[in-house]
């Protein structure tokens, strides 16, 4: 069984910064092999790419509305993945979600992947 638990969430005001970190485990589960991607949700609104890092942790894909604040790694010996988040604003409020997919490179779209983490509130308050 394959578990991705993301941690760093919080209530912070506009300006400030927060990390998400998202660890994946499971026994026969290959870090390293999958891309990870980072989601978010807010109410009312559908499930959005934020950020993609491939297996090798190269160049990956922000959205246009995170590009330049927020920033994607990953160590695989850890089995995490990290976002940075810099200058947050309170349009980035909502639940952020790691994900693990199967396909190579970059992947944006949702049903593409295979494993999901429960999610953690990001609110950003005026």
């Known amino acids: 069984q394959v578990q991705l638990v993301e941690a760093g969430g919080g209530l912070v005001q506009a300006g400030d910064s927060l990390r998400l970190s998202c660890t994946a485990s499971?026994?026969?589960?290959?870090?390293?092999?999958?891309?990870m991607g980072w989601f978010r949700q807010a109410p009312g609104l559908e499930r959005e790419a934020v950020a993609s890092?491939?297996?090798?942790?190269?160049?990956?894909y922000y959205a246009d509305s995170v590009k330049g604040r927020f920033t994607v790694a990953r160590d695989n010996a850890k089995s995490t993945v990290y976002q940075q988040m810099n200058n947050l604003q309170p349009e980035d409020t909502a639940v952020y979600y790691c994900?693990?997919?199967?396909?190579?490179?970059?992947?944006?779209?949702?049903?593409?992947?295979?494993?999901w983490g429960q999610g953690t509130q990001v609110t950003v308050s005026l």
């Open positions: 499971g026994r026969t589960f290959k870090f390293s092999r999958h891309t």
């Open positions: 890092i491939n297996w090798s942790g190269g160049i990956p």
């Open positions: 994900a693990a997919s199967t396909w190579g490179g970059i992947v944006t779209i949702p049903n593409d992947y295979d494993y």
